[in-house]
């Protein structure tokens, strides 16, 4: 059973008192690229924050497993995407332990994949999440994305498509980048929900300032990733963003135009997307 967590603080919409914490005008000036994609500024986002990184992972795992054993009353199996960064780590920690999930019915998915690693190497997304989840419950299914197969982008789009996404988690990165649509590459109208991208060097950045790299030059230009239509196609998301170093992409998220800007406002025009925040990343 997941422990007990403090009461948290929700916005749905926002609150006069989190806009002082969350003033996108407090932020410097910036430019959008020439290249976006506009949406009418709409906000669904439940927003939730607590005191402590660690609170925020219960929380989000909870939210997560009740979900969860809420649909597998109503369907045969529940399909679910993952996504793999340290921000991630409390909330798939506390979801491993969560009680009355059959998770012989979930059949999992996730978000990404660097191109040219090892199929062995530490920093492989599939690595990370074997050893913090796949490999700790008896899952009906497990697809990974290979990136070393023939067609792997034909071969997963096919199985993410052959039946309807129930849950998503998943993170919002330092440039707003959801999964790894960077801004010079989101579309919020991709026509295929899988394609290979160039990480843009916020992007790569990150992987070092996340611990997962040693130097810029050892990350990856290319990766594998699900697109923006892809993750928005689940009926629930569960967006996880702790940390100082996301502060100014929150800000943005919650703010901004809905824009490929920052790619992570499209998340306000998903009618059942919550946001967990701790202390440091809602700033």
């Not at 925020?56 to 993952?82: K, P």
């Amino acid at each position: 059973m997941l422990p007990q967590i403090p009461h948290s603080r929700k916005m749905p919409p926002l609150t006069a008192k989190m806009r002082e914490h969350l003033d996108g005008r407090s932020m410097p000036h910036h430019t959008e690229p020439k290249r976006k994609q506009q949406r009418p500024r709409r906000n669904h986002m439940n927003t939730e924050i607590f005191s402590t990184r660690h609170e925020m992972g219960l929380a989000a795992a909870r939210a997560a497993a009740d979900f969860l054993r809420r649909s597998l009353l109503e369907q045969e199996t529940v399909r679910a995407i993952f996504a793999a960064a340290p921000s991630q780590n409390e909330m798939l920690a506390a979801l491993r332990e969560a009680e009355g999930i059959d998770w012989r019915r979930v059949v999992a998915f996730h978000m990404d994949e660097y191109i040219g690693l090892d199929a062995t190497a530490p920093q492989r997304f599939s690595t990370f999440l074997r050893e913090r989840l796949f490999d700790h419950l008896p899952f009906r299914e497990v697809h990974l994305i290979e990136p070393e197969r023939t067609e792997p982008v034909k071969h997963y789009e096919t199985l993410l498509k052959a039946l309807p996404i129930d849950l998503v988690c998943l993170g919002i990165g330092e440039n707003g980048h959801v999964a790894f649509n960077d801004p010079p590459v989101a579309d919020f109208n991709d026509p295929v929900w899988v394609k290979v991208v160039e990480l843009d060097d916020a992007c790569r950045r990150q992987q070092v300032n996340d611990d997962c790299f040693s130097t810029f030059d050892e990350v990856p230009k290319r990766a594998i990733t699900l697109t923006i239509p892809a993750l928005l196609s689940g009926r629930r998301l569960i967006c996880t963003v702790p940390g100082s170093t996301k502060r100014h992409a929150v800000r943005r998220t919650l703010n901004e135009a809905i824009s490929t800007a920052c790619p992570a406002t499209v998340l306000r025009s998903h009618p059942a997307c919550t946001l967990f925040l701790d202390s440091e990343s809602a700033g």
